[in-house]
Structures are given as structure tokens and as C-alpha cells.
């Protein structure tokens, strides 16, 4: 995966997140001491804390409000991870081992879910540290990123809900970056989302509109490890992007789909 100027990335898209200084993500301060070097190939959530504890809320005000929202979040990606109602199952035509959902959540809003399942039990931490990394390569989709025209900024968020399941998620707040061409989005599935506002100083080529600006309603990943191994549910609701797509031929559409690479 390429190295772009990414501070937090949602690592199973096929879009560059483009962000600076003040983007925002929240997770508790570790209590030891996070200049221990992991003797694992992968790196500790210690040592991916303090690599990028820059990135954390420092404003009270907006740490009291970030909290909530992905409090919200977290809530809601768990249920959507859990849960099957609405969901319309989708043949994947590239990897049957991978298992592809979409259900309509309102009139012109989607929410896709992935499933992937690993036989290893030892996976679990490895996959989580993957994810939550913002350094590491995507470790479910080796494609390549070859232009960075596309962008959001997001909260982030990492909560063990217990000794074996942990949900991370991601959500974009309402943000002004001064992009002349974005327009007014509203969260359709994160409610708490569209009061929390504040302003990026952006990038030129955010100012001057020459990137495209996508909006996360709710993203993020349920992993959870098993007596058989490691499952990692990915939900995503972007409005302006897609993972899964739909598999056309001659101009004929079926129930067929593919990851988009």
C-alpha cells in the first residue's frame, strides 16, 4: 500500500485519506510504558499509541463530544456487524471464502458488510494491531493505490468490548476544510455526528477543489476470536464510495459482486 499523507486510514478502501495535524481520533492512554519494543512482527497497540499519539483529541470540549459520538458508533457497528436483518446476501464471484452483504438503511443511504474468517486462533491481536496501525499495509486487500484523488476526514475509535472481541470504527464528523467544490453532508445513521463541527486548516489541493471529498456515516471492523479462529466483520456506509460492486456484463447485472481493488 502506498505511503500517503494519511493520519488515520481505513485500511480496507481503495481511497487515500488525506488529513493533517488536526484530525481527530480518540482511545485511552496506555498505563505502561509504551517505549517497550514488541518481540512480535506486528506492533503493540502500545507502540502504535505513542507513534501516533499526535492525532489525539486535546480540546476538552472536543474530547467530551468525540467520546459520545463514538460511543454511538461503536454501538451501531456492533449491531450491524451482529445482526442480519435487512441484509441481501451477494454472490462473490472472485473469493467464496469472503462473504459479501448490502442492505438499504434509508432511500439513498447503503450499508455494505464483509466477512472474513481465518483459521488461525494466534490471529487475533496480529489482525487487530494490523487494522489500527496506520502504518501497516491493508491486511485484507494487497491492491495497490495509484492516485489520491479522493479523500475524508474521520474520528477513530478502538474498544475491546471484551476478552475477545474488539471493534474499531470510524466516522466522519462535520468538518469545514475549506474545499469550495464539498457539499453539505448529513450522517444518516450517526445522528450525533452532524453537531460535531470544527475546522481543518487543509491542504492547497483540498482548497483549491481538487480533490474529491467523501463522507463516512459509519465504517469500521468487529473482530472476534473463536475456538476455531479469527473472524473480522467489516461494515462501511461512505456516501461517495463503495466496496462492493456490483459485476456487470454486456450491460446485464446480476446477483454478482467483487470487492472493488
Same mark, same amino acid.
Given at each position: ?25 480518540? +482511545? ?37 463530544? *468525540? ?25 462473490? &464471484? ?11 438503511? +434509508?432511500?439513498?443511504? %447503503? ?30 486487500? *494487497? ?7 479522493? %479523500? ?29 467544490? *464539498? ?16 475546522? &481543518? ?34 461494515? +462501511? ?25
Amino acid at each position: 500500500m502506498n505511503k500517503f499523507y494519511i493520519q488515520i486510514v481505513l485500511l480496507l478502501l481503495s481511497v487515500f485519506l488525506c488529513v493533517n495535524n488536526k484530525t481527530l481520533a480518540t +482511545e485511552p492512554a496506555p498505563e505502561e510504558d509504551t517505549k517497550t519494543k514488541s518481540k512480535n512482527s506486528y506492533a503493540t497497540s502500545e507502540e502504535i499509541f505513542e507513534k501516533n499519539k499526535h492525532l489525539l483529541c486535546t480540546n476538552p470540549k472536543e474530547i467530551n463530544e *468525540a467520546v459520545e459520538l463514538m460511543n454511538d458508533a461503536v454501538k451501531h457497528l456492533e449491531m450491524n456487524a451482529r445482526n442480519m436483518d435487512g441484509y441481501k446476501i451477494c454472490e462473490n &464471484i472472485i473469493n467464496r471464502n469472503v462473504n459479501l452483504y448490502i442492505k438499504k438503511h +434509508e432511500e439513498c443511504t %447503503y450499508i455494505e458488510k464483509i466477512d472474513y474468517a481465518y483459521d488461525s486462533f494466534d490471529k487475533y491481536p496480529e489482525i487487530i494491531n494490523d487494522i489500527w496501525d496506520p502504518d501497516h499495509a491493508n491486511p485484507f486487500n *494487497a491492491g495497490d493505490v495509484k492516485s489520491r484523488h479522493i %479523500y475524508f476526514y474521520a474520528l477513530a475509535t478502538k474498544v475491546e468490548i471484551s476478552q475477545y472481541d474488539t471493534i474499531i470504527a470510524y466516522v466522519s464528523p462535520d468538518i469545514n476544510d475549506y474545499n469550495p467544490y *464539498a457539499k453539505k453532508y448529513e450522517n444518516k445513521i450517526i445522528e450525533k455526528a452532524n453537531s460535531f463541527k470544527t475546522d &481543518i486548516n487543509s491542504e492547497d489541493d483540498i482548497r483549491k477543489g481538487i480533490l474529491r471529498k467523501v463522507f463516512v456515516n459509519l465504517s469500521g471492523y468487529y473482530i472476534q476470536q473463536n475456538k476455531i479462529g479469527t473472524n473480522a466483520t467489516y461494515i +462501511e456506509s461512505i456516501d461517495g464510495h463503495t466496496s462492493i460492486q456490483h459485476n456487470c456484463f454486456c450491460g446485464k447485472c446480476r446477483n454478482r459482486y467483487h470487492i472493488r481493488k
